[in-house]
């Protein structure tokens, strides 16, 4: 993941962050894998996507859940993109964790101008809101489950 994150081109929407360094990303990990906030007011959910027919890893899914809202975040490495990975991840992830019928809220926060991400949210249901957070990033969300 440490190669995989170190490629600039995966923040062309995201230029003042940082690429990780090991260390960095070790940490974060490890922070991510308690599975929820201090204060219990959040779950954290992770997954590293890997190649089935080779096991590389291949970018990640990240799903934040607080009450009955989920916000998803997704990466694939440049190499593996355009072959409809993040859309079999966050699909995934969704049926996993938003079920139809749960009522659960899944969203999205994505930069203007980012049609890759726009396309993967139209692709697993989201819609673009009127919503703009604090970072200038659109919400994508679904119709309740
Ligand atoms: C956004 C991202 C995860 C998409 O990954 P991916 O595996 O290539 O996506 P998919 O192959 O599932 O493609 C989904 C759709 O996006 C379209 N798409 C992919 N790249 C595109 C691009 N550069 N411009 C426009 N549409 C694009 C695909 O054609 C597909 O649409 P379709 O199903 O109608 O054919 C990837 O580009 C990425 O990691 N970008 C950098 C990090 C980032 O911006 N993350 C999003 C944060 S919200």
Same mark, same amino acid.
């Given at each position: 993941?440490?190669?995989?994150? +170190?490629?600039?081109?995966?923040?062309?929407?995201?230029?003042?962050?940082?690429?990780?360094?090991?260390?960095?990303?070790?940490?974060?990990?490890?922070?991510?894998?308690?599975?929820?906030?201090?204060d219990?007011?959040?779950? $954290?959910?992770?997954?590293?996507?890997?190649?089935?027919? &080779?096991?590389?890893?291949?970018?990640?899914?990240? +799903?934040?859940?607080?009450?009955?809202v989920?916000?998803? *975040? $997704?990466?694939?490495? &440049?190499?593996?993109?355009?072959?409809?990975?993040? &859309?079999?991840? &966050?699909l995934?992830?969704?049926?996993?964790?938003?079920?139809?019928?749960?009522?659960?809220?899944?969203?999205?926060?994505? *930069?203007?101008?980012?049609? +890759?991400s726009?396309?993967?949210?139209?692709?697993?249901?989201?819609?673009?809101?009127?919503?703009?957070?604090?970072?200038?990033?659109?919400? $994508?969300?679904?119709?309740?489950?």
């Amino acid at each position: 993941m440490v190669d995989l994150l +170190a490629d600039r081109a995966l923040y062309r929407f995201y230029d003042d962050e940082a690429s990780p360094s090991l260390d960095e990303l070790r940490e974060r990990y490890a922070r991510q894998s308690a599975g929820s906030s201090a204060d219990g007011s959040e779950t $954290w959910h992770n997954w590293i996507l890997r190649l089935l027919a &080779t096991g590389s890893v291949a970018g990640f899914v990240q +799903a934040t859940v607080a009450g009955d809202v989920v916000d998803l *975040a $997704w990466v694939v490495g &440049t190499s593996y993109q355009g072959q409809g990975l993040a &859309t079999e991840a &966050t699909l995934a992830v969704c049926d996993a964790i938003a079920p139809a019928g749960s009522g659960v809220v899944v969203q999205a926060h994505i *930069a203007p101008g980012n049609a +890759a991400s726009e396309a993967v949210a139209g692709r697993i249901g989201l819609a673009l809101t009127s919503d703009v957070d604090a970072d200038g990033e659109r919400l $994508w969300r679904s119709p309740a489950g």
